[in-house]
C-alpha cells in the first residue's frame, strides 16, 4: 500500500475563500496543500462585495503585501489594474416592490423603492465578482507564490483525528491518501463537512432558487425621471420583491447579468413555481418555465428581459439555506460558507468569508490552533449565523409590506454601516478587527435589534409597527443618517453631510472630535498598497 502523503494544512476548495487561505498559510511558513474537485475557470454563485469585504481585503494585502488583493478592494483599482479579471460596479443596494400585473413606477414619496449607496463614486466603490475570473485567478495567483495547489482532486475522509485514538486526520484526495494536522473545508456546503462530523440542521429558511447568467437584459431603471438617484441603479445589487419571493440582479462591466429568484416554500404564491420544478430538480426546460412564468406576470422586469438571451442553461437548486451542528472540531475547521448559508439579500457571504480566512490565518501564525482556539472560533462562528439567521428571517416575514421590510432594511444598514466606519477610523484592538462578530454578533446593541426584529416580524400587529420602532432601536448605531423621511427612501454616501455631523459621529465611536477629524482621510484608501505598512509575517 503506497504511504500515505504528509500535510501540515489542507485546504479543501479552490474558491477564492481557500486560495486566499491557502496563500496567507504559506506566507506564514506553513506547509499546505490547496485542492479543488474541479477545474478553473467554473461557475459559481456568491458574486456580490460589499464594503465590509473590501476592509478586509485590505486587510489581507496589507498584512501579507498581497497587492492583487488591494486592488480587488475598489472597482477603480481594479478597472485599471485587473482588467482581465471579470467583475462589475456596485455602487449600493437597490429594493423595488413589484404587484402581479402592474408596471413598477417609482413616485416621489419612496413608496415601494429603497436605494441605498455604498460609495460616494466609482472610483472607490464595491464590485460584483465575476466568479469563474476571480477564483481562476486567486486560485492561480496562490500557485505562482509557491502553494502546492492541484485541481480535479476531490476529497473525502477516510478517518478524522480524536475518533479512537485515530491520530492525523485523514482524507483522499483524488487518487491519494493525505494525512493532515489541519483540514479547513472550503467547499461550500459540500457533503465534506458532514464527513467531519459537523450533521445539518435544519435551517428556518427553506427556498429554492432559479438562476443564470444572461445577455440582452436592459438596464431597469431606463427613464431620466426617477427620483433623487445617487448613481445609475443599474450598479447596485438590485433586489426586486415580488408576490412570489424575490429577484436579485447584478450586472458585470461587460454587459452580461446575473439574475435568480428565490422562492421560499412557505409562501402560497411560489408554492406552484416550485411544484412544476418538482421540488427543485428540474431540467433546464423547467427551470425555463418558471423563470419566464415569473416574467410574465411583472410587467417591468418582462419589459426588462425582453430581449434576454441565458448565457448558460437556467438552473434550479433547492435547499438553498443549510446549516451544521458545529463549525470546528479536532483537526478540521469550516469556513462560514461550508458551515451556514441562509439567504443572498444583504450580501453577506464574501465579508463573512473573508472574516474567518483572517481568523483562521491568525489562529496558525506561529503554528497549528490550540484546542481552546479551535472552540472560540467555532462559537463565534454559530453566534455570527444565528444573527444573521435572525435578520433575514425577519426581511423574509416583512417583503409583503414594503414600510415594514424597510425597518428590517435599515437594521442591516446601521448594523454594517457601524463597523465600516469603526474599521475605517479607529485603530483595531488587540486580537485585530477580524475577532469582532459579523454584523456585530457580539455587540448587545446589534445583537439585541436583531433579536427585537425576529421577534416583531413574527408577530402581525407588532410587524406593522416596525416603521416608528426602528428609528429609536438603531439611533446608537446610526452614523449615516437613515431611517430620516426628507430623504424619501434614497441615502447616498454624503461625505460633506457626514463631515458636518462628525461631532455626533465621534460620540458614538467613543472618539475625541479632534481626533475623528484629524482621522477622516481614512475614508479613502490609497491607490496603492502602502507598503511601509505591510509586514513580514514568516
Known sequence: MTAAERREVVVAGGG????????????????????????????????????????????????????????????????????????????????????????????????????????????????????????????????????????????????????????????????????????????GGSPLAERLGARPVRPRLQTTLVYSHFDGVAAFDRGDDWPDSPFPERWSAAHHLLEEGWMYQLAFDDASVSAGVLLPEDRPAAAAAIEELGGGGADASGAEAVFGGLLARYPSLGKQFAGHLPLRDLEARSGVAYRRDRAAGTGWLLLPHSYAFADPMFSTGIAWSLLAVERIADLCRRGLPAPAAVERYGRLLASEADHIDRLLVAAYRLMDGFESFTAAAMAYFAAASFDELR??????????????????????????????????????VMARELPGWIGPAIESRNLIGLDDPSRRNVYPVDLADMTRRQDRIAARLGVEAEELRRRWPRLRSPERLPLKEARAVR
Not at 38 to 52: D, K, M, V, W, Y
Not at 62 to 77: C, K, S
Not at 147 to 155: G, K, L, N, Q, S
Open 16 to 187: 477564492f475563500a481557500g486560495s486566499v487561505l491557502a496563500r496567507a498559510l504559506h506566507a506564514q511558513g506553513r506547509d499546505v496543500l490547496l485542492l479543488e474537485r474541479g477545474r478553473h475557470p467554473r461557475f459559481a454563485l456568491g458574486e456580490s462585495s460589499t464594503p465590509l469585504a473590501n476592509l478586509a481585503l485590505e486587510r489581507l494585502a496589507v498584512r501579507y503585501g498581497f497587492d492583487d488583493l488591494w486592488t480587488l478592494a475598489a472597482h477603480g483599482r481594479w478597472r485599471r489594474r485587473l482588467p482581465e479579471v471579470g467583475g462589475g460596479l456596485k455602487r449600493g443596494f437597490c429594493f423595488y416592490s413589484h404587484r402581479p400585473g402592474q408596471a413598477f413606477v417609482p413616485d416621489a414619496a419612496g413608496s415601494g423603492r429603497l436605494v441605498v449607496a455604498a460609495s460616494p463614486d466609482d472610483e472607490v466603490a464595491d464590485n460584483q465578482w465575476l466568479r469563474a475570473d476571480v477564483d481562476r485567478f486567486l486560485f492561480e495567483r496562490a500557485r505562482s507564490e509557491g502553494v502546492d495547489c492541484r485541481e480535479e482532486a476531490a476529497v473525502d475522509v477516510v478517518s478524522v483525528a480524536g475518533r479512537s485514538g485515530a491520530g492525523p486526520l485523514r482524507i483522499r484526495a483524488g487518487d491519494r491518501v493525505v494525512e493532515a494536522d489541519l483540514l479547513v473545508d472550503a467547499t
Open 423 to 460: 474599521q475605517r477610523l479607529l485603530d483595531p484592538p488587540e486580537g485585530g478587527w477580524c475577532w469582532g462578530g459579523f454584523l456585530g454578533s457580539d455587540d448587545e446593541v446589534r445583537r439585541r435589534l436583531f433579536e427585537e426584529l425576529d421577534a416583531r416580524s413574527g408577530d402581525p
